[in-house]
Every structure is written in C-alpha cells, then in structure tokens.
C-alpha cells in the first residue's frame, strides 16, 4: 500500500516536472519575436547584428544630422559619444524629438543604415530612458540635468 502511494506521488511529481517545463517552452517560444534587445550605438558599431534582428537603439539624436525628406522620411545619427549610428524613418517624430535629445528606436541594421519602425522620446522635460543613461555614462557623457 504503501509503494503504491509513493509511486503515485513520484509520478505526480514527474508529471508536474514536464508540464512546467512544457509551459516554459511555450511562453519562450510565443515570446521570440516580441523580445526586443537594447543596444547602444557602440555595442551596434563593434558587434553588428543580423538585417533580421529586430533590436532597440538608443542615444542622442547627434547635433547637425537630422534631414528631413521627401514626405515623412527622415534622417539622422544615433550616438551615445563613443559612436555613431545612420538611422532612417518613415512617420511622424514624438513632439519632444530634437538634435541632443535622447531617443530610442525600435528596427533592424541594413547595411550599417538603422531602419526604424519606431522612434521613442523623452515624455517631458527630464525624462530619459533608463538604458539611455546607462549607455551614455558608460561613454563618459552624461551630465546629470539635476546637477
């Protein structure tokens, strides 16, 4: 009786083992294409990714580098000091977006040009996005606004 209890408990348990490492397969495999990485255009420039990647970029907009196209097209660098990143995009810009303003975007590397879908800045005044800052100090030039 009571080999059979453990028995029972043993497969339960070996049960409850696959069906969580079943779930956990699911969720990764559900969530591979939502998964955007963070790179700092020194990260990009040093180890470029593949055209299909789908990654985020961020940094300050360089001064003297934004060009606005034909249409809804613009252009313009990415930098975080120690390099710079060509971006392309296709849309309307966030109202705070500017030359020495921070900004994240979202898109994929074609040949050394960042092609964005999306294009993110700052929601008021002092905010930057936190991998921004992070990838700014690492370069040596973030100056905290706050003193």
Not at 3 to 24: D, F, P
Not at 46 to 60: C, K, M, T, Y
Request: aromatic share 6%; net charge negative.
């Amino acid at each position: 009786m009571k080999s059979l209890k453990k028995q029972r408990r043993i497969q339960l348990i070996a049960m409850a083992v696959v069906a969580l490492i079943g779930s956990t397969a699911l969720i990764g495999y559900a969530m591979r294409d939502g998964i955007n990485f963070f790179r700092a255009p020194s990260q990009v420039v040093v180890d470029p990714p593949q055209a299909s990647e789908v990654f985020r970029i961020g940094g300050l907009v360089e001064e003297g580098t934004l060009m606005r196209g034909q249409g809804e097209r613009i252009s313009f660098s990415v930098t975080d000091g120690g390099a710079s990143v060509p971006v392309v995009y296709t849309g309307v810009l966030p109202d705070l977006f500017g030359e020495n303003e921070g900004m994240v975007g979202t898109g994929s590397l074609v040949n050394g040009v960042f092609e964005a879908t999306e294009i993110l800045a700052r929601h008021d005044e002092t905010y930057m996005p936190k991998e921004v800052v992070d990838a700014l100090k690492a370069q040596g030039v973030y100056q905290d606004p706050e003193g």
